[in-house]
Each structure stands twice: as C-alpha cells, then as structure tokens.
C-alpha cells in the first residue's frame, strides 16, 4: 500500500492523495489550486497520475480546494464514482457548477483579450457540461454507513464539523493477509460552533494523513461570541458607512447569518439603530447553499434542531435579504446607506465582492472585515497584510475603509483543537502525514506532534510512501518559484513592511489620532511582514 501526496502537502490548498495497492488506485481528494495566478497556473498541470487509472474518489467535503478538479479528472478520463456524504453530494452540485461558470467566464474574457493583440483564443480549464458529467458521478452515502469500494477497501464517513457534509474517512485496506487501517481527517471543524455538529473522535488507525491549516495558532478565548462581529458592525454603522465581508459560500456564510439571526432577534436594544439596516447575502453560490443547508438539517447540531422545532428557522430572519440578479448587486453600491453586505469568493479572488471592494475600499467610514482564511498571493492576504492600494479591473483603488479580522470565525480547529483530537488515538498511529498548511505551518506542527512522541512527518507535493514497510519511498522538496515573481513578492513584502512601519512611527512619534488598537495592528503587520520576508 503507498500514498502519493499530489495537493495541499505543505500548501492548503488542491487538496489530492492518491492511495495504491497493487490491484487499486484511489483518490483522497481532488481539489482546486487558488491563491492568485502563479496557483491558478498549477491547476493546468498534467495529474501526476492517470486519470483513467483511478477506480474512485473519496471526497471529503464540497469546498473548491478540495473538489475542484474533479470535472477536469473527469475531463481527462476518470470514469469511477465519487463517493461523499448526502449533504456533500447536495452541496457539490452548487458548487462545481458554479466553478465551472467562473472558468468559462474567465476563458471567454481572457480570449477577447488575446484577439485584441493577436494572441490565440483561451480554453476554460473546465466547462458546465464537464460538471455535469462529474456529478453524474457521485454516489452519496450516509455518515456511519459501511461501504465497500472493491474486495479489498472499505470505508466509513464520519462528521468532521467543518462544514455541511464534511467528512473524516475511515480506509480500511487489504493486502495478502493484512489489513490496515488509513484515517484521513479532511479538515477538522471547531466544537461548539453553531450549526454544525462537534467532529467525531477517532481511536485507531495505523495511518493518518491530517489538515493542519490553523496548527500554529490559537482561536481567542470566547471566539465563538459575536461580541466582537457586533461591535464592528454598530461603530461602522454609527459612522455611517457599510460592513463589507468576504466570505465562503458553504459553511461560512451560513455560520454568519446565523450569528446576525441572533442578534437581530435578541437585541433589541439596538433596534433604533439597526431597524432599517439590512443584511445582504449578495452571491447567488451562497443563496442556493443556504437552501441547501435549510434542507439537510437532519445534520445539524441538537440545539440547532431545537431552534427549528420551536418554529423559527435559524437561517431566516426579517432583515436578511437574498441577492440573485446582478442589476441587484449593482443597486447595493448605489445606495450610499449603511447595510451589511456577505459577498463571495471568501478570498477576493473572483466575484461580486471585487465589485464591492472596489465602491468601499476608498470609503473611511466603511470596514472591510474578513472572517475565514486568506491564501498566499490572494487578493484578500494583501488587504489583510497593510497593502495601501489594490487593483481592481485594471484600477488602483486606494484602502482607506478600517481592515478588521474575526480571527476566531473560523471552521477549521487551531493547534488547541487539532491536538485533543490527535489525542484520542491509542494507541498512536504510525505514522501520521501533516497536511493542509502553510510550510512553516506543518513543519511547527510536525515538530509539535514529534515531541509528544507521534511519528510525523509534512511531505511536499510529489513525495511518496510505502505504508507497508513504512517507508519513504520519494522525497521532494518545495516547489520552485520562478525568479521574476519570487523578485516581484520580495519587492512588494518590502515596500508593504516599510510602509506600515512608517504608519507605526507617526503614530507613536506624532500621536496623530493612534490609538492602542492602532499600534497593536500596525505591529501584527510588520510581525507578520516580516516572517514573510525571512520567508
């Protein structure tokens, strides 16, 4: 039995694990590269295997970076099932449809672009009907429910909390007369958040391959309030300006209409001030998700099913208002009124939220307040780390609206969360494979895991292991970046650093109008600029 790690290994995104014996070929995973053009360029690649060859897909749960690239397999010659969750399957229709419709968008942009210049005419990586003959694929199962893949591979679903439907897979592997056992956590919710249910505890595997996308940090305590989300919510609207917020279609969105459905109903005390600001879910992605969501609430957590029961549905509430055509989204920048508006992509890359960071990123009064996590060379990781201007459709808007960051909004576990949930294993794996970070990310946490007597390991993209000898088979290392932008990312972190130090030297030096909130932002910058440099 070998495992080949092909995405989001020492990265988080493209998430890919080809799992082999020598009758079978399955993949843990087929997700889509994102973080900006140099990531975009990486989902063109060949696979590093055969499509054709591949008898299944096991999927853990429906975000892009994880089933993305699905209608490409398919595209190049997978022709097995896909096997999820009922909820995953239900979600997944949205989501690759929707994928597909930005790729044939981009496509038809970039060719009217080269025929202008005489360049040839571009292909979408995958078309709408490439995503359809993909989800004619699937095979949903229930969590819990034992399924055989072949003679020799079973496996079991197990709620991970991340988001409707996700999954830990259990892999139950026969070679000769031998059976092991491969757990693959998928990404691992937070306990106690709304809506969802906690992620199941583990207790045996030999192998574990784990996401460790938040393992070198801690949520802030009480992270699962919304005082902090309200708060930024009436000093934006006191000053008359809107709440912009970047946000998932699946999962997040749905966690924060929940949060607002709170306050709104429970509050109101403020209802002088918020009686006539509407919240809007301007992405027709997150409407139909959120239809989704209100029909699969057989898997919501119990006091959500208690709330549903008394009559009131969490994900309805008066002010909450649905955005479908794009004449509407375009009346929610003309009316200068303060609103709050939860716009996808959740990284700025694409979408209508480029629209509405465009209308209020020059606006003092507004906040642009990120809620989920930013990839390297997004959109959303530049405003977030200090860049004083952005392009947007070819023009540089300044940012002048407050950049704030619920850091505990989050549907992944922190370090915390991910070791209580490696801790149930007894006894430890034998080896476990970190996955799903940041290279300084996995490594703290491969360090972490070591010294606490797990037997770890982050492979790169590429590496490969013979689990049944238990041995590395091939190691790679990072992958290279061409010069020119490694120079271009080097330029810019410096520019962004000596900016921001100079922002933090008026304050202090001049004292014009800093405020302790003001230092402790500019210093996160230079920190985190700074790593990015040693980088």
């Known amino acids: 039995m070998k495992v080949k790690f092909c995405g989001a290994s020492i990265g988080v995104t493209g998430s890919c694990h080809l799992i082999s014996t020598e009758n079978h070929k399955v993949l843990l995973d087929c997700g889509q590269f994102q973080g900006g053009k140099e990531m975009d360029k990486m989902n063109e690649e060949e696979f590093p295997f055969h499509p054709s060859e591949i008898e299944c897909v096991i999927l853990s749960h429906a975000h892009i970076d994880h089933c993305g690239r699905i209608p490409l397999l398919v595209k190049r010659g997978f022709k097995g099932p896909i096997y999820c969750t009922d909820a995953t399957a239900d979600l997944l229709d949205v989501m690759l449809k929707d994928s597909a419709y930005i790729h044939e968008k981009d496509a038809e942009w970039q060719t009217r672009k080269n025929l202008r210049t005489g360049k040839p005419p571009v292909d979408p990586l995958y078309t709408i009907q490439d995503s359809e003959a993909a989800l004619r694929l699937v095979k949903p199962i229930l969590y819990d429910q034992l399924v055989e893949l072949n003679p020799d591979m079973k496996i079991v679903f197990n709620d991970a909390g991340h988001i409707l439907g996700s999954a830990i897979t259990e892999l139950w592997i026969t070679e000769g007369d031998k059976t092991s056992k491969l757990v693959f956590s998928g990404d691992l919710g937070v306990e106690n958040r709304p ?53 998932f279609a699946v999962g997040r969105t749905q966690e924060l209409i929940y949060q607002f459905n709170m306050f709104y109903e429970h509050h109101p005390e403020y209802a002088d001030t918020l009686g006539k600001v509407y919240v809007y879910i301007d992405s027709p992605m997150a409407t139909t998700a959120t239809e989704v ?96 201007t952005v392009k947007l459709f070819g023009e540089a808007i300044e940012v002048k609206a407050e950049i704030a960051r619920l850091a505990g909004v989050s549907g992944h576990a922190d370090k915390e969360g991910l070791l209580t949930w490696i801790g149930h294993f007894s006894p430890k794996p034998q080896r476990v494979f970190v996955v799903h970070g940041d290279d300084a990310v996995c490594e703290a946490f491969t360090a972490e895991l070591t010294s606490r007597g797990f037997s770890a390991v982050a492979p790169y993209s590429g590496s490969s292991f013979d689990l049944a000898t238990n041995v590395c088979l091939v190691a790679k290392g990072p992958v290279p970046i061409k010069k020119d932008y490694a120079a271009r990312r080097a330029q810019s972190t410096f520019e962004r650093l000596l900016a921001a130090g100079k922002r933090l030297l008026t304050v202090i030096e001049h004292n014009k109008g800093g405020t302790n909130k003001d230092l402790a932002r500019f210093a996160s910058q230079i920190d985190s600029l700074c790593d990015k440099w040693d980088r």
């Open 195 to 247: 809506i969802l249910r906690d992620p199941v505890k583990i207790k045996k595997a030999d192998f574990l391959i784990m996401e460790t996308t938040y393992g070198n940090r801690l949520h802030p305590e009480n992270s699962t309030s919304i005082d902090e989300l309200i708060h930024i919510t009436l000093k934006t609207i006191k000053r008359g300006g809107s709440v912009i917020i970047p946000s």
């Open 293 to 388: 969501f209100k029909k699969n609430a057989q898997v919501f957590d119990e006091e959500t099913k208690a709330y549903i029961m008394s009559g009131d549905h969490p994900l309805d509430f008066p002010n909450l208002k649905f955005t479908r055509n794009t004449a509407d989204s375009q009346m929610l920048n003309e009316d200068k009124s303060p609103k709050i508006i939860i716009s996808a992509s959740g990284m700025c890359d694409a979408g209508r939220i480029k629209h509405h960071l465009k209308h209020n990123l020059w606006r003092r009064e507004s906040t642009i307040l990120f809620v989920g996590y930013q990839a390297v060379g997004s959109l959303g990781r530049q405003i977030l780390e200090g860049a004083e």
